[in-house]
């Protein structure tokens, strides 16, 4: 079967085997894009989700009357949905590994002096409520009047920072 024979029986009855066919033709496809987007690996699987909700939608929507075949439609659509996808991850990484949190706990106060000393004043105030009195990230910008995302920002940069320096 053709893809617009596939196409039609999905469209018209439903048909879950005329889509398992399309799904065997073209899950490759969607595994091409996702590496090809360069997409963090722990993300492959969710992406690729998307992509067969993609090809559903892509059959679904399908209009042969426009002239263009139904590969070329679902790879459009297919890299608009993966565009869209990438621009709302974030663009900023927090590391959720403990081990790092606990490097500030197990060194002499001395450390946070050496690390105080790379820092901006914006961030030797984030460094003292975060990692010296613990608070969160929403009560410090409260504190200071920023964004949480500015706060996120300083975060990271006082542990890179703080890595390399170790």
Request: charged residues 30%; hydrophobic residues 35%.
């Amino acid at each position: 079967m053709n893809d617009y024979e596939l196409v039609y029986l999905i469209k018209s009855q439903a048909d879950t085997i005329a889509f398992d066919f399309l799904f065997q033709k073209y899950h490759k496809l969607i595994w091409k894009y996702v590496h090809l987007m360069h997409i963090d690996q722990k993300e492959h699987d969710d992406f690729y989700q998307e992509g067969i909700q993609v090809l559903y939608k892509a059959a679904m929507t399908f209009d042969e009357s426009k002239n263009k075949t139904f590969t070329r439609y679902f790879e459009l659509i297919l890299k608009r949905h993966f565009y869209a996808l990438i621009s709302k991850l974030p663009k900023y990484q927090l590391y959720e590994d403990s081990n790092f949190m606990e490097c500030f706990a197990y060194h002499e106060p001395e450390t946070y002096d050496e690390v105080t000393d790379l820092c901006s004043e914006f961030e030797k105030d984030i460094f003292q409520y975060y990692f010296i009195e613990k608070q969160a990230v929403k009560r410090i910008s409260k504190q200071m009047s920023c964004e949480p995302k500015k706060i996120y920002n300083a975060i990271f940069r006082i542990k890179e920072k703080y890595k390399n320096m170790i």
